[in-house]
């Protein structure tokens, strides 16, 4: 009943007295703030006591009503007031203060709303960015404040504000020295300030929250210097360079966060973690996959993202600088140091890490930076036992060797990782440097149908004319060639009466006649590869064999390694011998030759490691290179004296296979068995840890038949689908 009294003496005071325009109210309640602090002389009384918040609220309401009655780019008599009588420097003045308790808090929020709700550009008015600018200032002065939370608000508004129109971000930047000497006539005249010796108050400020213990708030602050190193400005990069200790931060809280990891790790942990820079609202009663120092990794992995994404983004100078200050003070006297040290646990450890570092690098200067550290900067041709090596680079290859298997297959993985990665020097450091004088190719004399087949081969990918264009269908076709070896297991051409007039015909004018003497050189290539394997030792038959599965993915992965490489601007033609170093030594390089030394034992190795061989093998033969395509894919290529190829160690391969099924009884029988239980295609009862095949002492020789198998069938594929693709340019 009071309720409704009252609702109806305000309705009738308001009919009666007269209405006051917006102007007026807006002084009236501005006057109410003034008004207080002239009669209130307790200084200790807290602002929640006082009207202040009211007539703020009311205050910021006038102006966005203005706002909306008032014609677009036009500037009201409310906002007039606001910027003539400098209110906002005021309300700065005792906001900085803090007087009474709780002010600053309301300061903040009053800035945040008036910047974020009003939609007309205040930044560009002098009496509204310097007393944001000097609000600024005051933000991250206490750590964990009682205002942090009002603090970031605004200093994130400010960032987006500073986003949306870069050039703002000039008014900001302070030089301490704003004035130089007097000049003759008396006047002071303004000197040229040096950005990289300004001060950026904004990303001090961040760099304050940034190390709050409240998580949300340490999240914004990365969130508002992430918007402040993206600016398109140049001075502002050189004052965050040059006068903020922006990258060292980023690069010593890398430091910490890796030395809080425990010393032994399961790399198999350090794989299955997914970090991502942002609030991490998991719990650890909800993890499934608990393990000792999972939770410091993933703090480890999400800062790294979030330097790696810094860098992917921000200005290029500054991405340059956080790279070269995490590689001085992290990769350098911290990883180097692990990553060379005997204990066969911390070269596990570390190795993980280093592995899990490269796969989730995105940004092309980091990445660039990573390599490097790796690999070394050298791209000149190695020499046979060349002792100037990059020491972590020679480390790490051998380690791909090791007598321990997890190293072996954990230095494997690096490499595989790294050969995905976009980044040219990868392929040319450890492959490309060896091949590009063609030192692999035999120089020596030939007959004329060799010197046929070599004039037909010289094709954008360096194989023979005839498997250098389009297949209108897959590699099943009727002919598979007879092959022969030589002493060195070299494929000897198969010379046949039509692929002699196939290699004039494409000598010459390359007439559409020539399309089946294209596929059945094609079918040659792959086929190469399908029937290496004797039949005698293979596990697949009949049924599906998977090779339309090794197609589907090899295209895939082949059209994502082409659009990597595409800024790579690789040659489509194969450099030809009569402008290569004459009469040259072949060298594979170290890496080459650890694979292919574990390739030759593949029979006696264990399954896994074989697996990660034939993977790594893999990832290069996809290289859109010529080179590349000409030495690890090209069966018939006329390899130099004593030069090894991926065919001809594969080759060798079989030939000891051959040696060795002759004398074991049910060979094949008990190679399709194995073969079963590794597809888990075996009841429970035959599961291989009760399976007598499985204790069996040739073992390996059974599974590294089944690799064998499987990854001539994915080179076939991997063969095919490049020629494929090469024929649809």
């Known amino acids: 009943m009071f309720n409704r009294f009252a609702a109806a003496l305000h309705q009738a005071v308001e009919a009666l007295a007269p209405s006051q325009s917006l102007l007026e109210d807006f002084i009236f309640h501005w006057k109410a703030i003034t008004h207080y602090f002239i009669n209130n002389k307790d200084e200790k009384c807290p602002v929640q006591e006082s009207n202040i918040s009211s007539h703020l609220d009311n205050m910021l309401a006038i102006l966005e009503q203005e706002e909306c009655e008032t014609e677009r780019n036009q500037t009201g008599p409310c906002m007039e007031h606001l910027l003539q009588h400098k209110i906002l420097e005021t309300l700065q003045t005792l906001g900085k203060a803090d007087c009474p308790p709780g002010m600053k808090q309301l300061v903040l929020s009053f800035f945040t709303n008036l910047l974020g709700k009003i939609q007309q550009p205040l930044l560009p008015h002098i009496n509204v960015y310097k007393p944001v600018h000097r609000l600024i200032k ?315 087949s070599e004039d037909s081969g010289t094709d954008q990918n360096g194989h023979d004319g005839a498997g250098s264009q389009t297949v209108a269908n897959g590699p099943d076709g009727s002919y598979e060639p007879e092959l022969e070896f030589d002493d060195d297991f070299q494929i000897k051409r198969p010379s046949t009466p039509e692929a002699g007039e196939g290699e004039e015909s494409l000598g010459g004018s390359g007439r559409m006649t020539d399309e089946e003497e294209v596929q059945m050189g094609i079918h040659k290539l792959v086929n190469c590869f399908l029937i290496l394997v004797p039949e005698e030792a293979r596990s697949s038959l009949t049924g599906d064999t998977g090779y339309d599965m090794y197609l589907r993915e090899a295209h895939r992965q082949f059209r994502e390694c082409t659009v990597n490489c595409l800024p790579y601007d690789w040659p489509h033609q194969v450099t030809p011998l009569s402008t290569c170093r004459p009469n040259p030594v072949f060298c594979e390089g170290a890496f080459l030759k650890v694979l292919f030394d574990k390739l030759t034992r593949m029979l006696d190795q264990p399954y896994e490691v074989n697996l990660q061989v034939t993977s790594v093998i893999t990832k290069i033969t996809l290289f859109p290179h010529p080179h590349i395509q000409e030495y690890f894919l090209d069966p018939f290529l006329p390899a130099a004296p004593g030069s090894r190829t991926l065919f001809t160690v594969l080759s060798k391969v079989v030939n000891d296979l051959g040696s060795r099924i002759a004398v074991l009884p049910d060979f094949q029988k008990q190679v399709m068995q194995v073969r079963k239980q590794l597809m888990g295609l075996v009841e429970d009862q035959h599961r291989p840890v009760t399976s007598p095949l499985f204790n069996l002492p040739y073992i390996d020789l059974l599974e590294g038949v089944i690799v064998l198998e499987e990854f001539c069938k994915e080179l076939a594929a991997v063969t095919f689908v490049k020629h494929h693709t090469v024929g649809e340019r």
Request: net charge negative; hydrophobic share 40%; with cysteine.
């Open 138 to 452: 005051v933000c991250g002065d206490v750590r964990a404040g009682p205002t942090e939370k009002e603090e970031i608000q605004f200093l994130c508004l400010v960032c987006a504000k500073l986003k949306e129109t870069p050039y703002l971000v000039n008014f900001f930047l302070e030089d301490p020295k704003s004035y130089g000497k007097e000049s003759k006539s008396g006047l002071k005249k303004k000197s040229k300030p040096d950005p990289s010796k300004m001060e950026f108050s904004l990303m001090s400020s961040l760099l304050s929250l940034v190390q709050s213990p409240d998580t949300r708030i340490a999240v914004k602050a990365c969130e508002g210097m992430l918007l402040c190193t993206s600016l398109p400005e140049q001075s502002a990069a050189d004052c965050i360079v040059g006068n903020t200790h922006f990258a060292n931060f980023l690069a010593e809280r890398l430091c910490l966060l890796y030395k809080a990891l425990p010393t032994s790790m399961d790399p198999v942990d350090v794989d299955s973690v997914e970090a991502k820079w942002g609030l991490d609202m998991s719990s650890d009663a909800d993890d499934t996959n608990a393990f000792q120092g999972k939770r410091q990794l993933i703090s480890l992995l999400s800062w790294f993202d979030y330097c790696d994404q810094v860098v992917k983004v921000a200005y290029s100078t500054i991405g340059d600088a956080v790279s070269r200050a995490i590689h001085d003070k992290f990769f350098l006297p911290i990883l180097e140091p692990l990553l060379l040290q005997t204990s066969e646990v911390g070269i596990l450890t570390s190795t993980s890490h280093l592995c899990k570092l490269v796969k989730i690098s995105e940004s092309r200067q980091l990445l660039a930076i990573l390599v490097s550290f790796i690999l070394g900067n050298d791209t000149s041709e190695e020499q046979q036992h060349d002792l100037d090596q990059y020491k972590l680079r020679q480390r790490l290859i051998e380690r791909c060797d090791h007598l321990s298997d997890e190293i072996c297959i954990m230095s494997l993985k690096l490499f595989e990782t790294l050969l995905l990665k976009a980044n040219e020097h990868v392929a040319r450091n450890l492959v490309l440097r060896n091949l590009e004088s063609r030192a692999y190719y035999n120089r020596r004399p030939l007959t004329r149908s060799a010197q046929d």
